[in-house]
């Protein structure tokens, strides 16, 4: 079975990160979703789709990605996501409802802390130093879960 990765990562690169390691422990390519059409990617047995969360919800341009799959046949998708706050997989809701009408099957969901900086009478950042290597050993050991449903090659 093959695997490619889907990623938006626009405020830190932190998305980037986990992308880049889920990626290195699944042995497949981690790429931008501007570098991948839809045919590339639905040329793979499991995408791994992930971004930052940007105002309550995973990068609306990675339907774009999806909007013409009429059905998937169940193809398999894994959702990843980094957040400003805990709990960030709730925010995968609309992109996962997006994909199951699809008739994609989703096999996993990873979500941690990022490091999120803005002005508020001031430059304030949070989570600094998020994802750290403890978010990282957690985002291998999700692909490794990821792995052993799917023995990926
Ligand atoms: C425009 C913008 C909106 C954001 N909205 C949210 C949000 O609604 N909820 C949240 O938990 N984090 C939010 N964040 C924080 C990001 O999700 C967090 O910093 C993430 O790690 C960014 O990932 P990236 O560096 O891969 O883009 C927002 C960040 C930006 C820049």
Redesign the pocket.
Known sequence: MSCVIVFV????????KVAEEIAKTLGCEAKELTEVTPDEAMKHDVIGVGS?????SMDKRLKRLFENVKDAGGKKVFLFS????PD?KKYHKSLKKFLQKRNFVIIGEFNCL???SFWFFGRRTINPGRPNEEDIERAREFAREIQKGCTLS
């Open positions: 990562s626009r405020h830190k690169g932190n998305t980037k930052g969360i940007y105002a309550f980094t957040s400003a706050g960030g990022g490091e999120y």
